[in-house]
């Protein structure tokens, strides 16, 4: 039994040779986009520590001052976008006594990280962290956020340029673009173009300045953001007379 077969739609598109014919060619090209603009965000790393000879003594001494360095965070309230603890330990130092091994004290350590949009607290929050007891200050990392519209702006710019370079390969054979044939995001991203106007690591704080509400503000200048995108685009071109 022989089967009739199925007469196509008369709207089914034309498939296209990947590599053009003469009667209609290819053209494709790369688009890119380079942007440079002011951070969203702001990090900082907050290292605790306590030291002891006993283990309870040295927690809670730890504990104590985890308190009052997350009470003065979150006095800052919703300026502070983001508090998140990383890790928290508690280990023994040893020393050899003859044979013997023995604890000669205990290290305590909790971080915290902070992420701020607000960079005026920013400088006004670091001082006081930094004037702390037995307190470091990492940072800080200047940051686009992940929905940030720069993104974007930087993509349109990209596929505007490769729009611009197809139609001036047309112009050069005096024709003119076809269809849109395929467009490839080939990478999207961005990363800082320096370090921050401040220490990457600051050192632990002087013993006996846990009240540091007075501290002068440190002046932080932020980092600008490099955004970069790219795309591939092929355009069919109307076959141009090239004799």
């Known amino acids: 039994m022989t089967e009739t077969p199925t007469p196509q739609p008369a709207n089914t598109?034309?498939?296209?040779?990947?590599?053009?014919?003469?009667?209609?060619?290819?053209?494709?090209?790369?688009?890119?986009?380079?942007?440079?603009?002011?951070?969203?965000?702001?990090?900082?790393?907050?290292?605790?520590?306590?030291?002891?000879?006993?283990?309870?003594?040295?927690?809670?001494?730890?504990t104590r001052r985890n308190t009052t360095t997350l009470d003065l965070i979150k006095s800052y309230g919703d300026t502070i976008e983001?508090?998140?603890?990383?890790?928290?330990?508690?280990?023994?130092?040893?020393?050899?006594?003859?044979?013997?091994?023995?604890?000669?004290?205990?290290?305590?350590?909790?971080?915290?990280?902070?992420?701020?949009?607000?960079?005026?607290?920013l400088g006004e929050l670091t001082a006081r962290l930094a004037d702390h007891e037995l307190t470091r200050i990492d940072g800080p990392w200047w940051s686009l956020r992940p929905t940030s519209p720069h993104h974007a702006t930087a993509r349109r710019q990209a596929v505007r340029e490769a729009l611009q370079r197809a139609r001036e390969y047309a112009d050069a054979l005096d024709t003119r673009l076809g269809a849109l044939l395929e467009l490839s995001d080939t990478g999207t991203h961005h990363s800082p173009l320096g370090r921050a106007a401040f220490a990457q690591a600051m050192p632990y704080g002087a013993a006996g300045a846990e009240a540091a509400g007075d501290a002068a503000p440190i002046d932080l200048e932020p980092v600008r953001q490099s955004v970069d995108a790219q795309v591939e685009a092929s355009f069919t071109l109307i076959p141009p007379a090239l004799g």
Not at 20 to 38: F, I, K, Q
Not at 85 to 105: D, K, V
């Open 13 to 62: 598109p034309t498939t296209h040779h990947p590599y053009g014919t003469p009667d209609t060619p290819h053209v494709t090209v790369r688009g890119e986009a380079h942007l440079e603009v002011d951070p969203e965000t702001a990090h900082i790393t907050v290292t605790i520590t306590a030291r002891g000879t006993d283990r309870r003594t040295t927690l809670d001494d730890l």
């Open 82 to 121: 983001k508090l998140e603890t990383g890790t928290l330990t508690i280990n023994p130092e040893l020393t050899r006594h003859g044979r013997a091994e023995r604890i000669r004290a205990y290290h305590g350590s909790i971080q915290h990280t902070v992420t701020l949009a607000d960079f005026t607290t």
